[in-house]
């Protein structure tokens, strides 16, 4: 059975650069995309992005210039950077394994919290 | 990329059925046979309910359903339930290969 276990640092100061790993236990990696996805407290899900083992990519277009998302095949994980973080930034962070456009596998989430 | 568009809240009684909008266009719900669906709820992670419009992964009860009508897709629940009370999210592939997420809707069990 595969699960993700995530991880980072939860408290940033603005301008600050967001970074969160997830690491994969059972199961191929090789065959899937990884992909990352936020919710403010409070509000609705947005997709962030997506990786394949290969290194292909797929970004929101919203975040796509600050966005860095990353693989290590060695050790089944992928990583998440955000930079130049701010307030709107505050969010729970979840990856998740992508199966023909859907999210089949989620992590437990990481709260990540952007203040001064 | 714009949201996808949900109605904020539902409700029903247990055992009637309702019904979950979600509308996009033909650049993603409408051009592509990639619409899934997700239960959350509160402080839990997401879980699909439904993939690829209309099939239910294992495990998940038959009193979930969807559907797909040009650029509208819809998530039926049958036979309400206390536990389907919860925050369901659509989402849809995109031409940009991208994802799409709904706005939420929050299901409330009278």
């Known amino acids: 059975q595969v699960q993700l276990q995530q991880w980072g640092a939860g408290l940033l100061k603005p301008s600050e650069t967001l970074s969160l790993t997830c690491a994969v236990y059972?199961?191929?990696?090789?065959?899937?995309?990884w992909g990352w996805i936020r919710q403010p407290p409070g509000k609705g899900l947005e997709w962030i992005g997506e990786?394949?083992?290969?290194?292909?990519?797929n970004y929101n277009p919203s975040l796509k210039s600050r966005v860095t998302i990353s693989v290590d095949t060695s050790k089944n994980q992928f990583s998440l950077k955000l930079s130049s973080v701010t307030a709107a930034d505050t969010a729970v962070y979840y990856c998740?394994?992508?199966?023909?456009?859907?999210?089949?596998?989620w992590g437990k989430g990481t709260t990540v919290t952007v203040s001064s | 990329q714009s949201a996808l568009t949900q109605p904020a809240s539902v409700s029903g009684s247990p055992g009637q059925s309702i019904t979950i909008s979600c509308t996009g266009t033909s650049s993603d719900v409408g051009g592509y046979n990639y619409v899934s669906w997700y239960q959350q709820h509160p402080g839990k992670a997401p879980k699909v309910m439904i993939y690829?419009?209309?099939n239910r992964p294992s495990g998940v009860s038959n009193r979930f359903s969807g559907s797909k009508s040009g650029n509208t897709a819809s998530l039926t629940i049958s036979g309400l339930q206390a536990e389907d009370e919860a925050d369901y999210y659509c989402t849809s592939y995109t031409s940009s290969s991208t994802l799409v997420f709904g706005g939420g809707t929050k299901l409330t069990v009278l």
């Open positions: 690829d419009v209309s």
């Open positions: 990786i394949n083992h290969s290194g292909s990519t």
């Open positions: 059972g199961g191929s990696f090789s065959d899937y995309y």
């Open positions: 998740a394994r992508a199966i023909l456009y859907h999210l089949d596998v």
